[in-house]
Nanobody, 126 residues
Framework: QVQLEESGGGLVQAGGSLRLSCVVSGRTFSSYAMGWFRQAPGKEREFIAGISRTGSKTRYADSVKGRFTISRDNAMNTGYLQMVTLKPEDTAAYYC???????????????????WGQGTQVTVSS
């Protein structure tokens, strides 16, 4: 069983930046593709970024493309989400997730993610 724990959320002004981290334990980190999702109150959970096992392939939702960057450090068992130019509409609980992926350069679809962290809150004030 893989465990994930997010950190790095907080309150930031519009236009500011945050970096979220996701520490993974319980299994070999490099065996999993990773993703970041978010959920705002009253809204469905939204996929925002995914990264392959090697880190060589990424995919982003249109809403964050060009502002958010997903990355990973397999030696540190940690994934990251760098967020810049934050907007009030980015306010949400952010979750990291893991997906089993046979191919090292595959970025899974949203439904393929099967393990989740507890989430970290990001609040962007206007």
């Amino acid at each position: 069983q893989v465990q994930l724990e997010e950190s790095g959320g907080g309150l930031v002004q519009a236009g500011g930046s945050l970096r979220l981290s996701c520490v993974v334990s319980g299994r070999t980190f490099s065996s999993y593709a990773m993703g970041w999702f978010r959920q705002a109150p009253g809204k469905e959970r939204e996929f925002i970024a995914g990264i392959s096992r090697t880190g060589s392939k990424t995919r982003y939702a249109d809403s964050v493309k060009g502002r958010f960057t997903i990355s990973r450090d397999n030696a540190m068992n940690t994934g990251y989400l760098q967020m810049v130019t934050l907007k009030p509409e980015d306010t949400a609980a952010y979750y990291c997730a893991a997906a089993t992926a046979a191919a090292r350069t595959y970025v899974p679809e949203s439904a393929e993610f099967h393990s989740w962290g507890q989430g970290t809150q990001v609040t962007v004030s206007s």
